[in-house]
């Protein structure tokens, strides 16, 4: 199931959007939509929980601008595929300063519908760039995989170090049940109690110890010498 954002302060544009993305064959009533009238609503929902695969968005609008609303929103979720619908075509290049996937005259709506579909199912059927979402009693925030360089538990508490050099809000998880959350993605390996690594990260492997990206240098525990060797020297093989 798709779910999409219509974030549009005109309700009978919306609506009418609403019923362009129901009614398209390409989806093949696999979709959810919901309306948001202002970007604060959005914003809110996503604060929540609220995840989208894809969002259409007005440029203007009241209290907040679509293009500053994109941007909020890629802080919490970078893989969503953002459309800008506007009826001024001088917005265009600062829609793809905030990495829109496209932008579309609202007036040319239905003679470019078809393109946009075309190159929106193409592009979900490459599947978004893999997330872990990190939720606390406070905040939800989705991380790119292919930003995490370890993760590493201190205390109740499991930290990821990124390749901008901070940690993320903590989660009160086990090591355990996060290996496990991403054992589908093969890039991630437990090298030592206590630590999971990116295999993408690695700069350096020598028997005793990784070397990270970053320069961090983690140990690999005794039990694991043998594990890890194996599963370095076969994703080197991959690449």
């Given at each position: 199931m798709l779910s999409i954002a219509v974030i549009e302060d005109n309700a009978?544009?919306?609506a009418m959007l609403?019923?362009?993305?129901?009614?398209?064959?390409?989806?093949?009533?696999?979709v959810s939509v919901?309306?948001?009238?202002?970007?604060?609503?959005?914003?809110?929902?996503m604060e929540k929980g609220r995840q989208y695969g894809l969002c259409f968005s007005d440029i203007e609008m009241p209290g907040m601008g679509g293009l500053k609303l994109a941007e909020e929103a890629r802080k919490r979720d970078p893989g969503v595929l953002w459309v800008?619908?506007?009826?001024?075509?001088?917005?265009?290049?600062?829609?793809?300063?905030?990495?829109?996937?496209?932008?579309?005259?609202?007036?040319?709506?239905?003679?470019q519908w078809p393109r946009l579909v075309e190159r929106i199912v193409k592009r979900l059927a490459e599947g978004r760039e893999k997330v872990?979402?990190?939720?606390?009693?406070?905040?939800?925030?989705?991380?790119?995989?292919?930003?995490?360089?370890?993760?590493y538990k201190e205390g109740k508490y499991c930290h990821f170090v990124l390749e901008d050099g901070r940690d993320r809000p903590a989660v009160?998880?086990?090591?355990?049940?996060?290996?496990?959350?991403?054992?589908?993605?093969?890039?991630?390996?437990?090298?030592?109690?206590?630590?999971?690594?990116n295999l993408e990260?690695?700069?350096?492997?020598?028997?005793?110890?990784?070397?990270?990206?970053n320069g961090d240098e983690l140990i690999i525990g005794r039990m694991h010498v043998t594990r890890v060797r194996e599963a370095v020297m076969g994703y080197m093989e991959r690449k």
């Open positions: 009978a544009y919306a609403k019923g362009y993305i129901l009614r398209e064959p390409s989806f093949r009533g696999q919901d309306l948001y009238l202002n970007p604060g609503g959005f914003l809110e929902g800008f619908l506007t009826a001024y075509p001088a917005y265009a290049l600062e829609g793809y300063q905030v990495e829109a996937f496209d932008y579309v005259l609202k007036e040319r709506l239905e003679g872990y979402k990190v939720v606390t009693p406070n905040t939800v925030e989705v991380i790119l995989l292919s930003s995490i360089v370890y993760i009160r998880k086990t090591i355990r049940e996060i290996g496990e959350e991403l054992e589908r993605h093969e890039n991630f390996l437990l090298v030592k109690r206590g630590y999971l690594i990260k690695i700069r350096k492997y020598t028997a005793e110890q990784v070397i990270m990206n």
